[in-house]
Each structure stands twice: as C-alpha cells, then as structure tokens.
C-alpha cells in the first residue's frame, strides 16, 4: 500500500495480482499392450490415460516405431488430426480433446508386419493451457505374432532390458 508522509493510505488494495502458470500434463500410463507383449493382431489397439494438473482436456500423440530410438516411425498419430482412431472408453461420445483421467483407446489405420517387434510410447499435451507436449510415456515393446490366438509374454535381447532394473518382480 502506498501512504502520504502523514501515514494516510492513497489506495487500499483489496485484490493482488497473481500470476498463474498452467503445468504440463502428467505422464501418459500405458495400459495395453502390456510390455514385451506378443500379439495376434496386425491391428492391435493400444490404451492409456493421463491427467491434467490444472484439469484441462488432453490431445494425445502415440508413436510405434521397429526402431527403440523411433527414427524413422511406422505410426505417428495425434487424436486432434487423426480423431477417428482414439475413443474414450469412459465416455465414447467425448472426442478430442479428450476428459482428463479417463482412458483412452487407440486403433492405427494401418497394418503392422507379423513378425516385427514394435516400441510405443505417448504423450499428452493440453491444448487450451500452456499447449506444451508432456514428457513420453515409458516405452513398450511387443512382437506381432499371427500364429497366436491369444496374446502371450515374449522376451527378447533386444532394448528391452538395457535399463539394468527389474520392476514388480519377487
């Protein structure tokens, strides 16, 4: 507040400006494929969900690549341009940009090669906040199998134990 050499205020503020900063959206959990899943399905449909700090709703990118580093993708969608392939399960009639914390689903337009191990991983990015793109999501593998008829655990040498760390193990 400011005040006259006398000690009488000039103004009495009531309201203070504030600065507000919107966060990015958290990491993207993966919920299918699992890890070094084999699948049946040139087609397999991939789920996750993530939140919002600030609650705001969430476009999604999902990349799947035969490349750990994702150099040269197979699939790189985003639910704003490619809306038809992401369906909220919670709520199928919520189109992007999707309701925080609700998982969401997607199926690529094209087909994968049987035989190939793929990597995926997702983003999230706010688009009425900071527009910014979360971080990634952990990546994933899984092998396109259509010789299953259920989708099994494979393990292979490749990137997917370069990490030296074993989780939810006894």
Do not use: C, H
Request: aromatic share 12%; hydrophobic share 25%.
């Amino acid at each position: 507040r400011m005040v006259t050499g006398d000690g009488v205020l000039l103004n009495e503020y009531t309201q203070y400006p504030t600065l507000t900063t919107n966060s990015s959206p958290v990491v993207p959990t993966l919920s299918t494929l699992f890890d070094n899943a084999k699948t049946p399905s040139t087609s397999p449909y991939f789920k996750f969900s993530t939140s919002d700090p600030e609650g705001g709703n969430l476009t999604y990118q999902i990349q799947v690549d035969n490349d750990y580093a994702f150099s040269s993708t197979v699939i790189d969608s985003d639910s704003a341009s490619n809306g038809t392939q992401f369906e909220n399960l919670s709520t199928p009639s919520d189109k992007d940009p999707f309701t925080t914390g609700e998982t969401v689903e997607f199926r690529p337009a094209t087909s994968l090669t049987n035989g190939v191990t793929y990597y995926w991983r997702v983003r999230a990015q706010d688009p009425t906040g900071s527009g910014a793109w979360g971080e990634w999501s952990t990546i994933r593998s899984f092998t396109v199998d259509t010789g299953l008829s259920a989708s099994a655990w494979y393990q292979t040498t490749d990137e997917q134990f370069d990490t030296n760390t074993l989780e939810d193990t006894e």
